[in-house]
């Protein structure tokens, strides 16, 4: 005779695990479109977030350190685009990135 057993799965309701699972699974997905996630990062980087920091430091006088960090930060996209990594590591350069000419571009205004 067969015996009958109960389901004894249990369920988590931690949000770090839900937000943090949910980024891996659309990373995941997202790696099918890299080349599409890696021209929207540069093209933001280049045509949105450097085009302002520039202008900020036209309009404030900003210093040489600033436009050296940009480049740079902008080069890390740019790397990590080219290198043709997983979209995971794009993202983050990419946040990284934008944070800090974000930091920049705010040191500048006020």
Not at 2 to 12: M, R
Not at 61 to 77: E, P, R, T
Not at 85 to 95: E, G, H, L, M, Q
Request: aromatic content about 14%; hydrophobic content about 55%.
């Amino acid at each position: 005779m067969a015996t009958l057993t109960h389901s004894s799965t249990t369920y988590t309701d931690n949000v770090q695990s839900n937000w943090l699972s949910a980024y891996q699974d659309f990373t995941e997905k997202a790696d099918f479109n890299r080349i599409g996630w890696g021209a929207t990062a540069i093209a933001i980087q280049g045509c949105l977030l450097a085009p302002a920091l520039l202008f900020s430091m036209y309009l404030f006088a900003g210093g040489d350190w600033q436009f050296l960090v940009g480049i740079l930060s902008f080069m890390m996209v740019l790397v990590s685009v080219l290198a043709a990594i997983p979209v995971k590591y794009i993202f983050s350069a990419f946040a990284i990135s934008f944070v800090i000419h974000a930091v920049i571009i705010l040191i500048n205004i006020l």
